[in-house]
């Protein structure tokens, strides 16, 4: 009998339990599963024939033996022996660039991914917005999505988000690019603000600023020119004479009582003159 009490064959029957519960720890059907034989001993009891010297006795013709003669024979019986038996097993490991967790083989990346996870041996598959060998770089302005691989398609200076692509358009722009200025009377930031420009003045979509209409001036459009001049800008002069206004808006003379409006002598100075006239 072995260690224990137990037969060799109850010997064999454990140490074969022993490999089958080693082998079923990893899938085999796993893809990063490997497997190789390797050798192991087990020690067992092994039976044997154990010879020894049987001594009989027989009739013979020796006087002085009183006709018994000694002989002798070699017989066998069973003896147990302690013995080494090499058996073999197939050991089921994770192929390189894989280790074990729980009874998986997973991928082992070398250098941790900090913003995504390990898909292959030292392969990381980054989060939206995130590149790098390590996920560890955010995406520059003009890329965005995973590992960085998506140019983005703003216009107008706009930034994309880098994790959907979004466009954030600078002030004064709209539109899914941020192709587009703001409808008219709104300016600023996503065009939420409302202009506050006068006298049908329109304002820069982007700061708000008034674009006077001809003829007014004024931060918000809201006076007429100053006496003398008119037109865009109120950089033009007025061209009346003799004490005569001109419209801030069109630069029509309007002369006072008793005068009426004429032009030059000389048409090439482009000028209005109040002439007097009896009334």
Sequence with gaps: MGAGGLSPRALLWLNLLGFVSVATALNPDDPNVCSHWESYAVTVQ???AHPFDQVYYTRCTDILNWFKCTRHRISYKTAYRRGVRTMYRRRSQCCPGFYESGNLCVPLCTEECAHGRCVSPDTCQCEPGWGGLDC???????????????????????????????????DGFQGWRCEEPCDP???????????????????????????????????????????GKHGSL?????????????????????????????????PQLNQLMCTFTQV
């Design 46 to 48: 092994e039976s044997y």
């Design 136 to 170: 560890s770089s955010g995406c520059e302005s003009d890329f965005w999505g995973p590992h960085c691989s998506n140019r983005c398609q703003c216009q107008n200076g706009a930034k994309c988000n880098p994790i959907t692509g979004a466009c954030v358009c600078t």
């Design 185 to 227: 009377n709104l300016y600023g930031k996503d065009c939420l603000l409302e202009c506050q420009c006068l006298n049908g003045a329109t304002c820069q979509h982007q700061t708000g600023e008034c674009l006077c209409a001809p003829g007014y001036t004024g931060a918000f459009c809201e006076e007429p020119c100053p006496p």
């Design 234 to 266: 109120c950089e033009q002069r007025c061209p009346c004479q003799n004490g005569g206004a001109c419209h801030h808006v069109t630069g029509e003379c309007s002369c006072p009582a008793g005068w009426v409006v004429r032009a030059a002598s000389r």
